[in-house]
């Protein structure tokens, strides 16, 4: 067992995996429905082949009432998540009121833009205003900004395509979306070796914001997609034969 694991995974190949950037080769998403919004990602976060954290949180709070989905870069979409909400704070101490959505998409797409050339992250921003409603802005790598009514980020965004043709629809409620959004990260987990680990939701509404967990056994397993395990260990010790019985 140790000589196949020496030869899977080189010392040197660890050196230059562990010296990798952070990225988050991610699914991210980002829905309307009638009501609000939901946004939904995987919590994979890797260091080149390596994984370095399977339960990161990738649905960043800005305000109350908006929220930001990050891919790519770790670095980079945290430091811009933290710049857009300090710049918002300061925003609702001086007006007195919350920031809406459009403002705070727009200093998204402000700092990604003027950073181009040094940023390498794809941003989704949802959230819940009184004045619109429910919005999603996408502001994708190179800091063009997007209103749709649905929005799909990361690596694993290119299996999606074609399922949201599919199955999006207008109107749906709010357990719909939701459950529209687990399924399609779940389907992207199981084809994007970049994302995997659990789902998180994020709902928000008039009524304020509900955050959701969903563990890898509860989410569906897509065309022979093995069980999850804690180890590569017990892949292996479950691959060896039964013991013959006398």
């Known amino acids: ?15 230059l995996n562990l010296n990798a950037p952070h990225s988050m080769g991610t699914t991210i998403i980002g829905v309307t429905y009638d009501g609000g919004v ?3 990602a995987d919590s994979r976060t890797s260091t080149g082949l390596y994984v370095a954290n399977r339960a990161s949180d990738k649905i960043t709070e800005l305000t109350d009432n908006v929220y930001l989905c990050r891919s790519g870069s770790a670095a980079d979409s945290q430091t811009v998540s933290d710049y857009v909400r ?3 704070d300061q925003h609702i101490i001086q007006l007195g009121q919350p920031a809406t959505v459009k ?7 402000l700092l990604s833009y003027n950073n181009k050339n040094m940023l390498e992250t794809g941003l989704i921003v949802g959230g819940w205003d009184k004045h619109e409603g429910g919005q999603i802005f996408a502001v994708p790598l190179g800091g063009t900004i997007l209103q749709q009514p649905f929005a799909i980020g990361g690596s694993g965004s290119s299996y999606l395509y074609g399922f949201f043709d599919q199955a999006w629809k207008e109107g749906m409620t709010k357990d719909e979306a939701e459950k529209f959004v687990v399924k399609a990260v779940s389907l992207a987990m199981a084809r994007d070796g970049a994302s995997g680990g659990v789902v998180r939701t994020v709902i928000i509404n008039s009524e304020g914001v509900t955050r959701n967990f969903y563990p890898p056994e509860d989410l569906p397993l897509w065309l022979e997609e093995l069980e999850p395990v804690n180890s590569y260990l017990d892949v292996l010790a479950s691959s060896s034969p039964e013991p013959m019985s006398s």
């Not at 140790?2 to 190949?13: A, G, R, T």
């Not at 403002?103 to 797409?109: C, D, E, P, S």
């Open 1 to 15: 067992m140790s000589s196949h694991f020496s030869q899977l995974c080189s010392p040197s190949d660890m050196d």
């Open 38 to 40: 939901v946004l939904g």
């Open 86 to 88: 300090h710049f918002l």
């Open 103 to 109: 403002v705070a998409a727009n200093l998204v797409r």
